[in-house]
């Protein structure tokens, strides 16, 4: 694909790229071996678990239902409509109203606070916090949602402004943090900003710290948001995040991050790949926290590169261990690979990869201490991955003689274009190849 710009503006909008693939979901095993790190052997698996949507006595009871002539529901509807009446939780939503979100991004914010208050089950409490340098909210404690709690709530949000001054969104954390909990109901904490902070660090080390009361779930606003916020807040509160830049996407979008919240989850992830009589060539370092439906699951393993080169080892076998949220209980999955019907590759593309998730997923544990630095740095010195620790450093060097006259660089001053004071945004040409 190649893009052409056919005027002479600097673009102020996010570039995003989308596609399809009937693909996607198919289980795919990439192995990548190099000599730039010790002869390293990197294995690259990635699938879409099968959610079981109901416990078994559900899916029986499911079964009675539709044969004694109910209606039969698609399994997709049928899963969300059984989550929605099962969901018992408190919602607990935290909008920015900061100057920053001044122009489309506030009314962008509007919509999506009141489509958000719109979705929430019926058997619910919720309460809403604004931020700025200081916060204000909506119930001292978390109410009951009924017709007449939303109606007030949609009432109140649609006059909203950017008028609460900075960004203090620890603030409204520590707001959060005081509200009494509703017995019985689990906490789910919905953040919608532009992220534009000076304190990212100290706000995800917040939200690692109190996730085992909470889960967290983030909404970018605008182009050019901060998406090391966003995705920190969402990663370390074992939640999902979305970036909205333009209106048409938000109803989408916040149906999404609200089925996601309470629709069933995989939870304490383990990984191992074995050979056909049960020898372990890899296992995973770690435990995945949380995988939702419909989420891809992609695994890199360090391989042993003399146990794989020996002859007799035509099969591998990834067995994933997990507890669904709605059945509570451990299960097990296993997937068959045929040595020779995966992809092999001369390389290190697929390490750098592993280096730049094994990065952020340091990064996004919301500590700051010498240890995880020298980690970081040592991941993105060995990989030639760039992180926030480190840069590149370009040196060029010329013989030519210094000149005494000083060149002048004309650098554009680029503001998002839902900015109220930036200009309209120009549409790139795009020619697909």
Do not use: W
């Not at 929430?120 to 916060?135: A, Q, R």
């Not at 919240?261 to 049960?278: A, F, H, L």
């Not at 450093?393 to 060149?407: A, F, G, R, Y």
């Amino acid at each position: 694909m190649c893009i052409r710009d056919r005027t002479n503006r600097v673009p102020n909008v996010d570039f995003e790229l989308f596609y399809e693939s009937n693909q996607i979901t198919k289980p795919t095993f990439l192995l990548e071996s190099t000599d730039n790190y010790e002869g390293s052997l990197l294995g690259v698996i990635r699938f879409s678990p099968d959610f079981s949507p109901f416990s078994f006595e559900e899916a029986q009871r499911q079964i009675e239902q539709s044969t004694r002539g109910r209606n039969i529901m698609s399994i997709n509807k049928l899963s969300v409509q059984s989550d929605k009446q099962k969901a018992k939780f408190e919602y607990i939503f935290i909008f920015d109203r900061s100057g920053s979100m001044e122009g489309d991004r506030i009314s962008f914010l509007r919509d999506a606070a009141q489509k958000m208050v719109s979705e929430i089950p019926l058997d619910s409490y919720f309460n809403i916090i604004c931020f700025g340098s200081n916060t204000e909210t909506l119930y001292e404690q978390s109410r009951k949602f009924d017709e007449e709690a939303k109606q007030q709530a949609i009432n109140k949000i649609s006059k909203y402004e950017a008028d609460l001054g900075g960004t203090e969104v620890l603030v409204a954390l520590e707001k959060m943090k005081d509200l009494n909990r509703v017995e019985g109901y689990q906490r789910l904490v919905f953040l919608v900003s532009d992220g534009e902070v000076y304190n990212t660090n100290d706000v995800v080390k917040f939200v690692s710290e109190y996730n085992s009361q909470a889960r967290f779930y983030s909404v970018g606003i605008g182009n050019g948001v901060s998406e090391a916020l966003i995705k920190g807040i969402a990663k370390a509160g074992y939640g999902q995040y979305v970036f909205i830049k333009q209106s048409k996407n938000i109803e989408e979008y916040i149906l999404r991050l609200l089925y996601a919240s309470i629709s069933p989850y995989m939870k304490d992830i383990s990984i191992q790949v074995k050979d056909s009589q049960g020898l372990i060539l890899s296992h995973f370092p770690y435990q995945v926290p949380l995988l939702f439906k419909n989420e891809l699951l992609v695994i890199y393993l360090p391989m042993d590169q003399v146990i794989y080169s020996q002859k007799d080892r035509r099969q591998f076998v990834v067995e994933v261990t997990y507890i669904q949220s709605n059945m509570q209980r451990r299960q097990n999955m296993s997937l068959m690979l045929e040595k020779g019907s995966f992809s092999y590759y001369k390389g290190d593309v697929l390490h750098k990869f592993y280096a730049n998730e094994q990065i952020n997923r340091l990064s996004y544990q919301g500590k700051d201490n010498e240890e995880l630095t020298k980690q970081i740095v040592q991941l993105s010195t060995k990989y030639q991955v760039l992180s926030e620790k480190t840069a590149f450093i370009l040196v060029v060097k010329k013989n030519e003689k210094k000149s005494d006259k000083t060149l002048t660089v004309n650098v554009p001053s680029v503001e998002s274009n839902d900015h109220y004071e930036s200009y309209p945004v120009q549409d790139l040409s795009l020619i697909h190849i």
